[in-house]
């Protein structure tokens, strides 16, 4: 379900939860007054809207309880009003604890598709998404290109300037690998210094140019020692039966021609 839709639905129902509470703690007894599930309002709204909403139905549930306990209620409004402190008191504790969950979960989500070091997609959220443009490719049967790329001699500077030098400058290739492409592309980093580039509605043409563009990103995002350069494996389809394992393969086949062939270039290969 589409998150705005979760949204609207939540909003709509705690508003009729609070009215249907409001309305139990008119007709019931004053002894048996509803006043806590008021709660469960509040805290849907908290968790599927967000903490400002959440705070909105706290307020709204504050005001009806009050209201409905100045009319039923024999005890003196300072008392009244301390009831809906408490109130206030352990519903806003409960919303920080939400929130905490929620961030807590949207972290680990995060963690789970994206490489740390880099910040783009890591190999397995990579390979997802090559299988659903795959699925998505078998349907309409619209170009799809993938780049490989691996830095050259990247295990040279990380032994001879360090592993902090090696971490900077593989950050430095994903932030230029991001200016280099289309913001509908999609970057994943498959391991140690090895990156991959999903381009769709891209053809063999198109997905050429891009690999030499990325190439010279790349150069251009070093000016100064240590000197990057990357060889590129790239392939090219509009239909295949292949797997996202078996594209990958061939496109890292792709690169090791070319680093076969003299690093710093670009292999293009069909499937």
Do not use: C
């Not at 963690?111 to 090559?130: G, K, W």
């Not at 295990?155 to 902090?164: A, C, E, I, V």
């Amino acid at each position: 379900m589409p998150p705005t839709l979760v949204r609207n639905l939540t909003i709509v129902g705690s508003a009729a939860i609070i009215a249907f509470l409001h309305w139990g703690n008119l007709a019931v007894s004053p002894d048996a007054r509803l006043g806590l599930f008021y709660l469960v309002p509040v805290l849907l709204a908290t968790w599927f809207a967000g903490v400002w909403w959440g705070v909105t139905f706290l307020v709204a549930s504050m005001t009806l309880r009050l209201l409905a306990e100045l009319e039923s209620s024999q005890a003196s409004v300072v008392a009244l009003l301390v009831n809906q402190a408490s109130f206030a008191v352990v519903a806003g504790i409960m919303m920080v604890m939400f929130w905490y969950l929620q961030q807590t979960q949207r972290e680990l989500e995060d963690l789970a598709i994206h490489d740390p070091l880099t910040r783009v997609l890591n190999a397995r959220a990579f390979s997802e998404r090559l299988t659903q443009e795959l699925h998505r490719n078998r349907r309409y049967r619209r170009p799809v290109s993938l780049l490989y790329l691996d830095l050259d001699n990247f295990k040279t500077l990380n032994d001879s300037r360090g592993h902090q030098t090696g971490d900077t400058v593989l950050r430095l290739v994903a932030d230029a690998m991001r200016l280099a492409v289309r913001e509908t592309d999609i970057v994943g980093r498959m391991g140690g210094d090895e990156f991959a580039v999903l381009m769709p509605e891209t053809d063999g043409t198109l997905a050429d140019a891009a690999a030499q563009r990325l190439a010279e990103g790349i150069k251009g995002a070093f000016p100064t020692s240590p000197a990057v350069t990357a060889s590129i494996g790239v392939v090219s389809f509009d239909d295949t039966a292949a797997t996202a394992d078996e594209i990958l393969r061939r496109a890292d086949q792709a690169m090791y021609d070319a680093k076969r062939a003299g690093k710093d270039r670009v292999i293009h290969v069909g499937l």
